[in-house]
């Protein structure tokens, strides 16, 4: 049995395993690796060296919490755009379920610029819902809406709110990231996303809900599971096993608990 090894509590393995599997360890620049689940871990750097740092964003990437969340599996929504009409790709072609984490984002982000979730975060009531979309929307006796992409799959103010956590905790901790390094978005040579949830998500939603900054598309890259990948070739191989601890040596954790500009950070970070 092979451990990968840790940076830090809350970093360890997933990052360590990813940055081999990405090659990013190798790159000269600067490049922000993000595995996104419950725990969002995070590492930014290059060929010098790397820092990183962990968020508890919840588990509302994967699902979890969400009326109609679920896992990435035959029947989760995992695409949404609006066209004259919402349109969804459903994993295994069959009859949608629910909604995993990239479907979410998706929907969120269409409601967002079709007016039906406002820049604070409320899912508005039907009566506030632009006339043309007021037949999906449903009160939800508590003043806000009940958005309902299908019969089965619909969206509620609670799960905005949820998802509007998890966003704000990785858009925060990648602040405190480029201001440890002292740069700007624009310094970025790449971002890479990584995790089971990085095989399906949109970028371009995921800049337009600001839980990723803005950048141009082609710095943007989705690499899947990335902890998997780096795993099996340091099961494979000796030199690979070799650099993992190389990179863990070169990575500098930074606790964010008690940081008060991570504080600041996330509350900026909790509108669209």
Do not use: W
């Not at 969206?155 to 002292?182: C, F, H, N």
């Not at 990948?229 to 990575?251: N, V, Y």
């Amino acid at each position: 049995v092979f451990y990968a090894p840790c940076v830090a509590g809350y970093v360890g393995g997933d990052v360590t395993a990813g940055l081999l599997a990405s090659g990013l360890y190798r790159k000269p620049g600067l490049h922000l690796l993000l595995d996104l689940g419950t725990n969002g871990e995070m590492a930014l750097g290059g060929a010098e060296g790397f820092s990183c740092c962990a968020v508890a964003s919840g588990p509302a990437f994967e699902g979890a919490g969400i009326a109609c969340g679920m896992i990435a599996l035959d029947g989760a929504v995992s695409r949404v755009q609006y066209d004259r009409g919402f349109l969804y790709d459903v994993i295994g072609a069959s009859e949608p379920r629910g909604l995993c984490g990239s479907g979410l984002i998706d929907l969120a982000a269409v409601l967002l610029s079709l007016g039906v979730i406002d820049r604070s975060g409320r899912l508005l009531p039907p009566e506030d819902t632009p006339p043309r979309l007021r037949r999906f929307v449903t009160p939800d006796g508590k003043g806000n809406g009940i958005f309902h992409l299908t019969d089965r799959v619909y969206l509620t103010a609670e799960d905005v709110r949820s998802l509007q956590l998890a966003k704000a905790a990785v858009a925060a901790g990648i602040e405190v990231l480029l201001r440890q390094r002292s740069i700007d978005v624009s310094a970025l040579d790449g971002v890479y996303i990584a995790g089971g949830f990085g095989n399906y998500i949109d970028p371009n939603s995921a800049m337009a809900i600001g839980m990723l900054p803005r950048l141009p598309r082609d710095k943007l890259h989705c690499l899947g599971n990335t902890s998997l990948a780096g795993a099996s070739l340091a099961s494979l191989d000796g030199e690979s096993r070799r650099s993992l601890r190389d990179i863990a040596a070169r990575c500098r954790y930074i606790e964010l608990s008690g940081r008060q500009d991570f504080a600041r950070a996330f509350t900026d970070h909790m509108v669209f």
